[in-house]
């Protein structure tokens, strides 16, 4: 074959293998087989010295060119393949809008913290401090300390779990009363929320663990009218105006006098519904003016001072205000339940 024939066989390749290329790679590996230094233009380019002077031009011109068809073509077929890429690539990124999102979901307030947070929010704007004891308690403060000594019966109702004879699981938020004093000496206004553990069988009304709110107000000259005119406000900011509140006398061990608070039943008003089983009452709490006793225990003069104290299961309210007829849902943590608040 001569250089002629050898440049156009080349070529022919060359543009055959160009519009086969499929990926950049290939493609350069093309460059570099005809074009490169030791490429086959190259190669028979050297040969050329064996030509006649007068075909060497000739022959020089149409390797020249075939060089030039050839880089073109690999630049061409370089921008396609880029573009191609490109394409593919917008292709793989995009982002189809119709298709159904994913759902994020907002955890809510359990309906006990949403009660909580209003009766600290009430208690708050008269004034009252937030205070906290501890769970695992002393017999102490959940016992001795407020009136009820080891062979109390108000102890049988009051059952628990005792880690040793001395620390138990407070039955009460009543001890933090004790804490408080210890630490504060009157004008004190607080309430201590919190959770306290007896020993009771689970079922609608009952549960071994449930929430007090302790509220203990000491100072000069308080009375039982001062008890009576608290919790008639609170029970309206948490019932609504129209609410009224009744006192029935009662026992605690560490108050003197003693009474047990109804509220008006907010559904009928008073008038007997299924909410208050007929009664048109219920009750919501207990409280009484602090014991002496308890007072000179805390360190606080009986003489000089009286006070106040009472304790709000907030099951109970909670129960009401959502209209709740088994305390176990407030515990279970099923959604379907807790979403509704
Ligand atoms: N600790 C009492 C209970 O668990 C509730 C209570 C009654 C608290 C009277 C008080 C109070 O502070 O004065 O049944």
């Known amino acids: 074959m001569d250089t002629r024939a050898q440049l156009d066989a080349i070529r022919a390749r060359a543009e055959e293998e160009l519009a086969a290329v499929s990926d950049l790679k290939e493609l350069d590996a093309i460059r570099v087989k005809y074009l490169g230094k030791k490429g086959e233009l190259t190669a028979v380019l050297k040969t050329m ?19 030039e068809i050839i880089t073109a073509g690999v630049e061409k077929r370089n921008e396609l393949l880029k573009a191609e890429l490109q394409a593919k690539k917008l292709e793989a990124e995009a982002i ?14 359990h309906p006990l913290s949403i009660v909580l947070d209003e009766v600290k929010e009430i208690f708050l704007g008269m004034g009252f401090e937030v205070a906290q004891g501890p769970e695992v308690e002393w017999d102490y403060y959940n016992f001795e300390a407020l009136n009820i000594p080891a062979d109390h019966p ?12 001395k620390m138990l699981l407070r039955t009460q938020t009543s001890g933090v009363q004790i804490r408080v004093m210890e630490k504060k000496q009157p004008p004190i206004r607080m309430i201590a929320p919190g959770r306290v553990f007896r020993s009771d069988a689970v079922d609608a009304t009952h549960s071994p663990l449930f929430h007090q ?13 001062d008890l009576k005119g ?14 009224r509140i009744r006192l029935r006398p009662h026992h605690f061990p560490f108050t003197e006098p003693s009474c047990e608070i109804d509220v008006s039943c907010f559904k009928c008003g008073g008038c007997g519904c299924s909410m208050c089983k007929g009664e ?35 099951e109970r309210i909670a129960m009401f205000r959502f209209g709740l007829d088994d305390m ?6 099923d959604v379907r339940f807790l979403d509704q608040f």
């Open 49 to 67: 010295g064996q030509l006649s002077p007068e075909e060497r031009p000739k022959v020089g011109q149409a390797a020249n060119e075939i060089r």
């Open 154 to 165: 108000a102890r049988d109702t009051q059952d628990t779990f005792y880690i040793t004879e």
């Open 96 to 109: 189809d809008v119709t298709l159904p999102g994913t759902k994020v979901e907002v955890g809510k307030k």
């Open 328 to 333: 176990r849902h407030l515990y279970e943590n």
């Open 280 to 314: 048109g009452w219920i009750e919501i709490l207990g409280g009484g003016m602090v014991h002496p006793k308890v007072l000179r225990t805390g360190g606080i003069d009986p003489d000089k001072y009286s006070g106040f104290a009472f304790g709000i299961g907030l």
């Open 213 to 225: 709110i302790e509220g203990m107000v000491i100072d000069e000259g308080v009375t039982m009218g």
């Open 230 to 243: 608290t919790l008639e406000t609170f029970a309206k900011k948490l019932y609504g105006e129209q609410t």
